[in-house]
C-alpha cells in the first residue's frame, strides 16, 4: 500500500477480482513465490512476490508515488494479488523496449527471474 489508503493502481492491472478480465490463459508457470502466464491473445501476465520475482516491466512497481508524479520504483516487499501485464507499461514509466505490440509465445520463470519468447504481431495501443 505505500503508506496510503489509496495504493497507485495502474490501469495495466486487473483490479477488483474477478480476474476473468485477461482472457483464456494457455500457459501458466510458477516458480519461487511468483507465476505468470500467457494468454490466448499473446500478452503476459505475472502475480505473486514482487520483492524479487517478476517486478521489471511491471508498472506497479514503476508507479509507487502514484499518477501525475514523477515515477519511482517501489523496492519494498510487495505482492501482486492480481495478474499484471508484463514488459508493457505507459511511456513514462517505462523507456527501454517492450512487449507492446509483441505476441509473447511462451514464458519462463525461475526463483528470480522471468524470460520470455515473443514475435511481433500483436495489434494493441500503447497504455495512456
Given at each position: 500500500r505505500n503508506g496510503t489508503k489509496a495504493p497507485p493502481l495502474s490501469p495495466l492491472a486487473v483490479w477488483p477480482p474477478p480476474y476473468d478480465g485477461i482472457g483464456p490463459q494457455r500457459q501458466v508457470v510458477s516458480a519461487h513465490i511468483h507465476c505468470a502466464s500467457v494468454g490466448a491473445d499473446g500478452r503476459a501476465w505475472a502475480w505473486g512476490c514482487g520483492s524479487n520475482d517478476g517486478r521489471c516491466g511491471v508498472e506497479r512497481f514503476l508507479n509507487m508515488k502514484g499518477?501525475?508524479?514523477?515515477?519511482?520504483?517501489?523496492?519494498?516487499?510487495?505482492?501482486?494479488?492480481?495478474?499484471?501485464?508484463?514488459?508493457?507499461?505507459?511511456?513514462?514509466?517505462?523507456?527501454?523496449?517492450?512487449?507492446?505490440?509483441?505476441?509473447?509465445?511462451?514464458?519462463?520463470?525461475?526463483?528470480?527471474?522471468?524470460?520470455?519468447?515473443?514475435?511481433?504481431?500483436?495489434?494493441?495501443?500503447?497504455?495512456?
Open positions: 499518477e501525475g508524479r514523477p515515477p519511482e520504483v517501489d523496492m519494498m516487499k510487495c505482492y501482486m494479488m492480481g495478474p499484471h501485464r508484463i514488459g508493457v507499461a505507459r511511456p513514462l514509466y517505462w523507456k527501454a523496449p517492450s512487449l507492446l505490440n509483441w505476441r509473447v509465445l511462451q514464458v519462463a520463470t525461475g526463483r528470480n527471474h522471468m524470460a520470455a519468447i515473443a514475435i511481433p504481431g500483436l495489434e494493441e495501443e500503447p497504455p495512456k
